[in-house]
């Protein structure tokens, strides 16, 4: 287990606490429901969360402990339209393997499914609209512009095409601190970037070698990628909280 993980509340709770005033209340409660089905994930997976990794790059970055918080809170609910975005893509297969988040989200009405992530969308906006600073329509840009890439990586055929704008587009999310942040140079952010898109590769393998889909060895070759790509940025290089020593070879989910 990552020393960096945090105790947060779980994260339906965490989704309820920061929904913007006005959210419908069944909508509140579908969304819990899909707050729980991706806590199974987290829950099974002994790595460091998502927003442990946003809120330490925005401690990094000089935010306070408020914007920390709300930064945090942004990246849980993008990553709850995310992860249901996927699971409505992948609804018949993840029928037809029983995987256990199904009977959770069979509770919410098939047609109000798909358009449940713009809910979650609009929630992560809100939450980056509280950050204020002249870096909010560049942030929400950015945000737009890979999310458009990982809608057309979820219609690719092709596996590696799918593998590289489905899963290499989601990792540039984790630099959303660094896209509020003023200070961040054009530098920092490609060296992020060239790494992070390498990082999420990993992790759509990692999910294939459980399930038997891809070959260890594809995994090992993407994990040294991700070692050669290192970025030498606040905070990733050594003795710092996301040095490759603390996040490799454990990941994260």
């Given at each position: 287990?990552?020393?960096l993980?945090?105790d947060w509340?779980p994260l339906?709770?965490?989704?309820n606490?920061?929904?913007?005033k006005g959210t419908d209340?069944?909508?509140?409660q579908?969304?819990?429901?899909?707050?729980k089905?991706?806590?199974?994930?987290?829950?099974?997976?002994?790595a460091l969360?998502h927003?442990a990794?946003v809120?330490?790059i925005?401690?990094a970055?000089?935010?306070?402990?408020t914007?920390?918080?709300?930064?945090g809170d942004?990246?849980d609910h993008?990553q709850l339209?995310i992860e249901?975005?996927?699971?409505?893509a992948d609804?018949?297969?993840?029928?037809?393997r029983e995987?256990?988040?199904?009977?959770l989200?069979?509770?919410i009405p098939?047609?109000?499914r798909p358009?449940l992530p713009i809910?979650?969308t609009?929630?992560?906006?809100?939450c980056v609209a509280k950050?204020?600073g002249?870096?909010?329509?560049?942030t929400?840009?950015k945000m737009?512009?890979?999310?458009?890439?990982?809608?057309v990586?979820q219609?690719r055929?092709?596996e590696?095409g799918?593998?590289a704008?489905?899963?290499g587009?989601?990792a540039?999310?984790?630099?959303?601190?660094?896209?509020?942040?003023s200070a961040?140079?054009?530098h920092e952010?490609?060296?992020?970037d060239?790494?992070?898109r390498?990082?999420?590769?990993?992790?759509?393998?990692a999910?294939?070698?459980?399930?038997?889909?891809?070959?260890?060895s594809?995994l090992?070759?993407?994990?040294e990628?991700?070692?050669?790509?290192w970025?030498?940025?606040?905070p990733?290089?050594?003795?710092?909280?996301l040095?490759?020593a603390t996040?490799m070879?454990?990941?994260?989910?």
């Amino acid at each position: 287990m990552s020393t960096l993980r945090r105790d947060w509340p779980p994260l339906a709770e965490r989704i309820n606490t920061s929904l913007p005033k006005g959210t419908d209340p069944l909508v509140a409660q579908w969304m819990g429901l899909v707050a729980k089905a991706a806590q199974m994930n987290l829950d099974a997976d002994d790595a460091l969360p998502h927003r442990a990794f946003v809120e330490l790059i925005a401690e990094a970055r000089g935010f306070d402990s408020t914007e920390q918080h709300t930064i945090g809170d942004a990246f849980d609910h993008l990553q709850l339209a995310i992860e249901l975005a996927d699971d409505v893509a992948d609804w018949d297969d993840d029928v037809e393997r029983e995987r256990p988040h199904v009977q959770l989200l069979s509770q919410i009405p098939a047609g109000a499914r798909p358009a449940l992530p713009i809910a979650s969308t609009l929630a992560c906006a809100a939450c980056v609209a509280k950050i204020g600073g002249d870096r909010i329509a560049l942030t929400l840009s950015k945000m737009t512009a890979i999310g458009s890439r990982m809608v057309v990586g979820q219609g690719r055929d092709d596996e590696e095409g799918q593998i590289a704008l489905a899963s290499g587009e989601q990792a540039l999310l984790l630099g959303l601190p660094m896209w509020l942040d003023s200070a961040t140079t054009a530098h920092e952010q490609q060296e992020f970037d060239t790494w992070a898109r390498a990082w999420g590769l990993t992790w759509e393998l990692a999910q294939r070698v459980k399930e038997r889909r891809a070959r260890p060895s594809q995994l090992a070759n993407a994990m040294e990628r991700c070692r050669e790509l290192w970025p030498d940025i606040v905070p990733f290089r050594r003795g710092e909280a996301l040095a490759m020593a603390t996040l490799m070879p454990s990941g994260m989910s």
